[in-house]
């Protein structure tokens, strides 16, 4: 399984880092390390995230990682990020279309 990241979910990432770098530099590396250390775990384990709760396909999932949920869209050959943003937000669905 590979994994790959939609042109939204960087986008997502860098917004995150920008913010929490103003504060805190080391705070935003360390949270973007932490994003990627657990999707790595989706190559080997792709359903270990829960189903997104506002939806109804299994194969739509996320991670929670600090404060953020980390979106993801399971098919046959790849996990896609599509989304990572923060926990308290809804999910609004159809961002898991393709966009890179």
């Known amino acids: 399984m590979k994994i790959r990241f939609l042109n939204s979910a960087m986008q997502d990432m860098q917004e995150i880092k920008d913010f929490?770098?103003?504060d805190n530099p080391a705070a935003a590396k360390r949270l973007i390390q932490s994003f990627k250390k657990k999707t790595n775990q989706l190559v080997q384990h792709p359903y270990s995230?829960?189903?997104i709760p506002e939806t109804k396909y299994s194969n739509l999932r996320e991670l929670i990682v600090s404060n953020y949920r980390i979106m993801y869209q399971v098919s046959d050959s790849f996990v896609t990020v599509f989304a990572v943003y923060e926990?308290?937000?809804q999910y609004i669905g159809d961002k898991n279309s393709s966009d890179e």
Do not use: L, M, P, Q
């Open 49 to 51: 995230g829960r189903v």
């Open 87 to 89: 926990s308290h937000r």
């Open 20 to 22: 929490i770098a103003k």
